[in-house]
Structures are given as C-alpha cells and as structure tokens.
C-alpha cells in the first residue's frame, strides 16, 4: 500500500530543512516490518509544496509501526513542526495488476 502526505512549508523556513528532518524520521521509520521505502518530491511550479509517498507492504504493517514506535520519530516530527503544514492525502491499496508500455 502507499500512504501520501502533502507538506506546505510556512515562509521564512525551506524546503531543505524539512526535508532533513524527514530523511532523519525516515530512516528510523524504514526499520520497521513491512517498510518499503519513501520518496519526497517537491510540486512542479510551486518549489514550497511536497509530497511525501511512503511504501508499505499493508496497511497492517504501517498502523502497527504508527502504534509503537521509537520516540525518537516523534521528537523529529516535532521539530520539523514549526517550518511546515502536513495534508494526509491518504492511504492506496496497490493495483491488482498494472500495464506499463514498453
């Protein structure tokens, strides 16, 4: 499943300095069971909009990490607090099957 985040960062702070805090959180978060990587990318056109896209083999795997996990991720969450707005865009369930072009 994929689980989609949209990051406004407040003016006077940079895209930079939330993405620090986010690979920091990221890291400790890819520890878990059923962690399958993240990726963040910044909107085309509007460079203080992200999205954040993290992977995650069932929704099982990521609510159970959510449920317990290291107060260190909370600690960087909270940091990164002040320089952003966080949209939870939502939780997608993998296609069944998926055509690509050659």
């Known amino acids: ?3 989609l985040f949209e990051v406004r960062i407040k003016d006077g702070y940079t895209a930079e300095e939330y993405a620090e805090a986010w690979v920091r959180a990221s890291e400790l978060i890819q520890q ?3 962690a399958r990587g993240t ?10 909009t992200l999205i954040a896209i993290a992977h995650w083999d069932s929704k099982a ?3 159970a990490m959510e449920a317990e996990h ?4 909370d600690a960087i969450i909270k940091s990164a607090a002040p320089c952003c707005e966080v949209r ?15």
Do not use: N
């Open 1 to 3: 499943m994929k689980y």
């Open 39 to 48: 990726e963040l990318h910044r909107k085309i056109g509007d460079p203080d």
């Open 70 to 73: 290291p107060p260190a991720i």
């Open 32 to 34: 878990a069971l059923g």
């Open 61 to 63: 795997s990521r609510d």
């Open 88 to 102: 939870v865009i939502g939780e997608f369930e993998e296609p069944d099957w998926v055509v690509m072009p050659e």
